[in-house]
């Protein structure tokens, strides 16, 4: 079936330092969207992509939709302490409604 | 800023019971979504909800699990027989046009 796999699966990171994570598949995905979540609480949309090689920025968050579809990175700049959490990638195929989720990558940030 | 809200925050159910989880998307949006998320696992998809029918689901949605849209706000997961292993954080979703999904801050339900 699909599967994204994304890495890190976590990471411990300096405030101010930028942060780098990305998911990659063996299949094709016509859309790919990044997620934060917090303990408890359901996921939160960050960016969402559309289309092969599109680059969005939202904020200090920049995510960029592979050439190839098949995978997505997000960056993320000068991070700080809130940015703290567990970041998942996901991808929805064509003539599918699913999002298939990656098994995240959860961020430290220490002060 | 409409938001997706659900309704328990958590639930406590003894296996075998029926449980709902409820939720109410927000107003706008035309399709419906549950996921859940076993304790440090990955979000999956159970199913998918658009013009007041069932138009995805996946292996896990088996016939145990129903949902419904009683009225124009309210959208209901419902597990007849619960199980065990269907303890999880339960999120509902919305969309407005099936990309970009909102989700809720989840229902966690817990099996005895």
């Known amino acids: 079936g699909q599967q994204l796999n994304q890495s890190p699966q976590s990471m411990f990171i300096q405030e101010g330092e930028d942060v780098s994570m990305n998911c990659t598949s063996s299949?094709?995905?016509?859309?790919w969207l990044w997620y934060k979540q917090d303990p408890g609480e359901g996921p939160v949309l960050l960016i969402a992509l559309y289309k092969a090689g599109e680059l969005t920025s939202n904020g200090r968050l920049t995510a960029q939709f592979g050439i190839t579809r098949k995978d997505s990175f997000l960056n993320i700049s000068a991070s700080i302490p809130s940015d703290v959490g567990i970041y998942f990638c996901a991808g929805q195929q064509g003539g599918s409604e699913k999002l298939v989720f990656g098994k995240g990558t959860k961020l430290t940030v220490n002060p | 800023e409409p938001e997706v809200t659900q309704t328990p925050s958590h639930q406590v159910t003894q296996m075998g019971q029926e449980v709902i989880l409820r939720c109410v998307p927000i107003?706008?949006?035309?399709?419906f979504y549950w996921y859940r998320q076993i304790l440090g696992q990955k979000v999956e998809f159970l199913v998918s909800?658009?013009?007041?029918?069932?138009?995805?689901k996946s292996e896990i949605f088996d016939d145990q699990f129903s949902v419904e849209r009683p009225d124009g706000s309210n959208f209901t997961l419902k597990i007849r027989s619960t199980k065990l292993e269907d303890s999880a954080m339960y999120f509902c979703?919305?969309?407005?046009?099936?990309?970009?999904?909102?989700f809720g801050s989840g229902t966690q339900l817990s099996v005895l």
């Open positions: 299949s094709i995905f016509n859309t």
């Open positions: 107003s706008n949006h035309l399709y």
């Open positions: 909800f658009y013009n007041n029918e069932i138009s995805e």
């Open positions: 979703a919305s969309s407005s046009q099936g990309e970009k999904l909102f």
